[in-house]
């Protein structure tokens, strides 16, 4: 299963790629891989991109590129290596070979997760990426069709079906894992202030797998 969170970054790519490629939770960078671009230099690259769609007078938008974390049901994924190529996978149907994008597979906690970050703006037709509700459900049936692929469980709730019964009651509960980590990842995300300590806070992350493992 992968949960999929969207977030637009309007400002410091370079910080945002350096903390989803630091060698401390990606295996030494053993586990980044880049579309169109080098990890080391992505954010110049996006930036070229970017100007390149205002002379061409394209799309116009505040976001400099997107964000996506693709986290996986806790003990699900144990190879880091397969954790990395369903995240490509995911990235190569959604993008659709039009975005420069760095991806990574973070280790250094017991939830294995993979960082997508990707630019705003195409660099082939110069088009901005809109994320909407629309856009959010394309990326999480593609991610499901994926998954399936893999003989992984899905993401909730976009499948053709929705949730089951008892699935939606614990989710309404808040009492279901899902919930609980859709809880924790937004906390920390939206009250961090500083970007190092958002993106998954791995204290709080480890309690809610612990706490709810359980029930799983």
């Known amino acids: 299963m992968a949960y999929i969170k969207i977030f637009p970054i309007k400002s410091t790519v370079d910080h945002a790629v350096k903390y989803i490629t630091n060698p401390n939770k990606t295996d030494s ?110 990326l999480c049936m593609l991610s499901n069709k994926i998954c399936r692929e893999y003989g992984l469980s899905e993401n909730m709730p976009t499948g053709d079906r929705g949730r089951s019964y008892k699935e939606n009651m614990e989710y309404q509960r808040g009492n279901s894992w899902k919930a609980k980590l859709k809880f924790a990842v937004d906390k920390t995300i939206w009250s961090s202030v500083n970007y190092d300590e958002s993106m998954i806070c791995p204290r709080m992350v480890a309690r809610v797998i612990s706490s709810s493992s359980g029930s799983l």
């Open 29 to 138: 960078q053993n586990l980044v891989s880049s579309f169109a671009c080098a990890p080391e230099t992505a954010a110049m690259e996006f930036a070229y991109t970017e100007e390149m769609g205002k002379r061409n007078n394209m799309d116009k938008g505040d976001n400099l590129a997107w964000h996506i974390i693709i986290s996986f049901k806790p003990g699900e994924i144990k190879d880091t290596a397969l954790a990395q190529e369903v995240g490509e996978k995911i990235a190569e149907a959604a993008l659709k070979g039009k975005y420069e994008y760095v991806l990574s597979v973070h280790t250094d906690k017991d939830h294995i997760h993979c960082h997508l970050i990707f630019n705003a703006t195409s660099f082939v037709d110069h088009h901005k990426y809109h994320s909407n509700k629309k856009s959010y459900r394309r």
